[in-house]
């Protein structure tokens, strides 16, 4: 059985990544915070962390870079995608609905739902969307917006499914755990992660996103993160198709490593969406194979 | 007069920045969000808006960045840099704390000072600071952890001042204003912000970056946001210094145009640290304008 930490209270979006990821017999421990899930699975707590680490609306979870940048390192080796809509629970038998609890983010995302639906409803903000469901179970609230999970934590009642006012809002959130264990396999459908604090000097961060398009290597996020709450020095997270088992990543790992020591490696692992890379033309792992081959041909005198 | 829109309501840290970009005589007009205040100034019903573009601790404001790539553009002309720290306001007479108030990023950025001298007290979220200074002063709570210029606003007693668990953090904030206006003068110390929607091929990003790093451009701030809250696409914000009236930036600007139709410039303006731009060895205006210069002449047939 694994234990995996994650950014709780119980009943929220992270639950449902957590649970979405976590085999049968695991158990799921919430923490308070996003560094503390991840100082858990650090310190041998539990075996793995489960963080959200990117939304399509809000962008990426500060907290969660952040962290897995300094201190001991850790790796990602899966990861889930949950459409961002939500539930609307009252207690049984409410008649009229005068307040809607959630969490500002949450609020934020269901405006125009609420005044369609609930005209002239005030919105009231809580820590988080499990404790808006935790007020209305009290009484200090009538209706919570909440994650479509926490019903299963609070005798409520379910007033409306899948509401949001974007439609296609996703967050991703990433399963961590200490390395020295091995690496998923490749799956031609990956994704890998660095973090690379790049030089302070002009063109540093376009000589490495140079050494991954030479290499016909396909971004899919790039965030420059200021360091230590500073605006002068940056953190560049850059997550990449393809994974640290194939030649052409290993290829640009090195090239990336030796033009910039302060480089980590934060994960390679299976996409939640199957996306599949896109391989340029000669820039395939064969092709790389080839090469390496050539010039140790050379080297030998056998070939020219 | 005139008369500028700001991400409300009274009391906070956008008000504050707003103050100190005004003149005397400016009229603040809050609205209660960024997509507000910068429709606002679109329609002509303000002058300018102030709105906050991005935290040393949490990253980009996305609800601003977004509002600007899309819609009617807008200019920065000028900002402001603020020290991230909070009051913390009390009812006068106040006695014991037993909660404290304020909205969740707030929250978080003084919880180790609240734990040390606060202890016990239990925090309640808000849907902004100055939300917290309302609830403290309706007696709803009984301390609130504000912007420094709520007191101004809230018949409330100041019980501590330059609170912050994070000793620099700073948020930074744009005045912007419709097309059609006089840029600022250059400076030597100025920032350039644009917007580009690359082309979603790899190496794309690479490419516009080199544009800059072959011109001896520092960078001051890069951010991939997914368009439309889909992971799929992505614009970049690309902030750098210098000022588009200069020769090396506006050879710069010539050729990201070209790679990039959909590039959108977003301002040039003063910065409020004052730092100077780095000017490389051969990227110094004169250097782009007597290039200039000799392919004129080659042309002319006067020089070879």
């Known amino acids: 059985m694994t234990r995996i930490a994650y950014f709780g209270p119980e009943g929220t979006f992270t ?32 075996d793995a962390a489960c963080v959200p680490v990117e939304n399509s609306v809000e962008g990426v979870v500060p907290a969660t870079l952040d962290t897995l940048a300094e201190g001991e390192p850790l790796i990602a080796f899966a990861e889930a995608l949950l459409p961002v809509h939500f539930s609307v629970l009252t207690r049984p038998g409410t008649t009229e609905i005068r307040t809607v609890a959630s969490h500002p983010h949450a609020l934020a995302q269901v405006r125009l739902w609420v005044e369609a639906n609930l005209p002239g409803a005030r919105s009231v903000a809580t820590s988080s969307t499990a404790a808006a469901a935790v007020a209305v179970q009290r009484g200090d609230f009538d209706a919570a917006v909440t994650a479509p999970v926490a019903v299963q934590h609070y005798p409520l009642e379910v007033r409306a499914t899948e509401v949001a006012d974007v439609r296609d809002a996703r967050t991703r959130f990433l399963l961590v755990r200490r390395p020295r264990q091995p690496l998923p396999e490749p799956t031609g459908a990956d994704r890998t992660s660095i973090v690379a604090a790049a030089a302070n000097r002009t063109g540093a961060l376009a000589e490495l996103l140079t050494e991954l398009a030479g ?40 090239a990336l490593r030796r033009r910039c020591r302060n480089v980590r490696f934060l994960g390679s692992h299976p996409r939640a969406d199957g996306v599949r890379a896109t391989i340029a033309e000669s820039a395939g792992n064969e092709d790389f194979v080839d090469a390496a081959d050539w010039v140790a041909a050379v080297r030998r005198g056998e070939q020219a």
Chains 1, 2 share one sequence.
Not at 23 to 41: N, Q, R
Not at 220 to 248: K, M, Q, W
């Open 15 to 46: 639950e449902q990544a957590a649970r979405s990821l976590a085999a049968d017999g695991d158990e799921l421990v919430p923490f308070e915070t996003i560094p503390l899930a991840l100082s858990a699975v650090r310190k041998g707590e539990t």
């Open 215 to 254: 290499r016909g290597i396909n971004l899919t996020r790039l965030d420059a993160r200021p360091a230590r709450g500073n605006f002068g020095e940056y953190r560049f997270f850059i997550d990449f198709e393809g994974h640290v088992a194939e030649p052409r990543i290993g290829d640009a790992l090195t």
